[in-house]
């Protein structure tokens, strides 16, 4: 089990009070002007749209317009049992995220456009909300964070391939964050005064071959990506097990 799974729900109960503030205030604005039948046909056409969104917090709205559609049609007060449209159970088991998984890594290569697009989408939204550059690295890490917790949740209405879209855009929204936190940037800065890149050069100087003067990553870097492949390579092997 990865620690992952142990990390505490209040994340995603966070995220789904937001989504459940959001939600209200959509039926409210389209019931004052609609009648109930239209509102819920146009709530049941902003979650299916949501859904094919690889945002994680698009993900969970879109199950609270869901529901509040479903609240409409039975004739209840839309979204009146609160955060229970995603929270009226326990965060899914390990074995029910690992099904999601082997779904999620036969679909085949990684979107390394669309994870870039959706990492950007996701900073410009926040932007707009942290105009600080401290303040934007901690809510990216943030997000990043909500989006490793929810990419292979069953509860989620998302396909496969905008789950793993969800997956590889976490690595790149945590590089913005780094690149964004104060700390890390004047670490990289000192790193690139000239009395410091003449100490890196020197000690780059191969003593067998020239494979030593190879650019190398930050090791934050390589981690990222790593746990993603290892991810990846952990549900290949499930699957090839499961067809065996």
Same mark, same amino acid.
């Given at each position: 089990m990865?620690?992952?799974?142990?990390?505490?729900?209040?994340?995603?109960?966070?995220?789904?009070?937001?989504a459940?503030?959001?939600?209200?205030?959509?039926?409210?604005?389209?019931?004052?002007r609609?009648?109930?039948?239209?509102?819920?046909?146009?709530?049941?056409?902003?979650?299916?749209?949501?859904?094919?969104?690889?945002?994680?917090?698009d993900? &969970?709205?879109?199950? +609270?317009? /869901?529901? !509040? #559609? %479903?609240? *409409? $049609?039975a004739?209840?007060?839309?979204?009146?049992?609160?955060?229970?449209?995603?929270?009226?159970?326990?965060?899914?088991?390990?074995?029910?995220?690992?099904?999601?998984?082997?779904?999620?890594?036969?679909?085949?290569? &990684?979107?390394?456009r +669309?994870? /870039?697009? !959706? #990492? %950007?989408? *996701? $900073?410009?939204?926040?932007?707009?909300?942290c105009?600080?550059?401290?303040e934007?690295?901690?809510?990216?890490?943030?997000?990043?964070?909500?989006?490793?917790?929810?990419?292979?949740?069953p509860?989620?209405?998302?396909?496969?391939?905008?789950?793993?879209?969800?997956?590889? #855009?976490?690595p790149?929204?945590?590089?913005?964050?780094?690149?964004?936190?104060?700390?890390?940037?004047?670490?990289?800065?000192?790193?690139?005064a000239?009395?410091?890149?003449?100490k890196?050069a020197?000690?780059?100087?191969?003593?067998?071959?020239?494979?030593?003067?190879?650019?190398?990553?930050?090791?934050?870097?390589?981690?990222?990506?790593?746990?993603?492949?290892?991810?990846?390579?952990?549900?290949?092997?499930?699957?090839?097990?499961l067809?065996?």
């Amino acid at each position: 089990m990865s620690t992952r799974d142990a990390v505490p729900a209040d994340i995603v109960a966070a995220a789904s009070i937001d989504a459940l503030m959001a939600a209200r205030w959509e039926c409210e604005d389209l019931l004052s002007r609609r009648p109930p039948a239209s509102t819920r046909d146009l709530l049941l056409g902003h979650a299916a749209e949501l859904a094919s969104s690889p945002i994680a917090r698009d993900q &969970v709205l879109s199950r +609270a317009l /869901d529901a !509040a #559609a %479903a609240d *409409l $049609e039975a004739g209840r007060p839309p979204l009146d049992a609160g955060v229970a449209f995603l929270l009226r159970e326990q965060s899914p088991c390990a074995k029910a995220r690992e099904r999601v998984r082997e779904q999620v890594f036969r679909h085949g290569g &990684v979107p390394a456009r +669309a994870s /870039d697009d !959706a #990492a %950007a989408e *996701l $900073e410009r939204r926040v932007r707009a909300e942290c105009p600080a550059d401290h303040e934007l690295s901690e809510r990216l890490a943030r997000e990043a964070h909500l989006q490793e917790v929810l990419w292979d949740d069953p509860r989620l209405p998302a396909e496969t391939h905008t789950r793993l879209i969800m997956l590889c #855009a976490v690595p790149k929204v945590i590089e913005r964050a780094l690149a964004l936190d104060p700390s890390h940037a004047r670490f990289a800065r000192r790193q690139d005064a000239p009395r410091q890149r003449r100490k890196r050069a020197l000690a780059l100087i191969p003593q067998r071959g020239p494979s030593a003067l190879a650019p190398q990553r930050p090791r934050w870097f390589i981690a990222a990506w790593l746990w993603v492949l290892g991810l990846m390579a952990a549900g290949a092997t499930g699957w090839i097990l499961l067809e065996a």
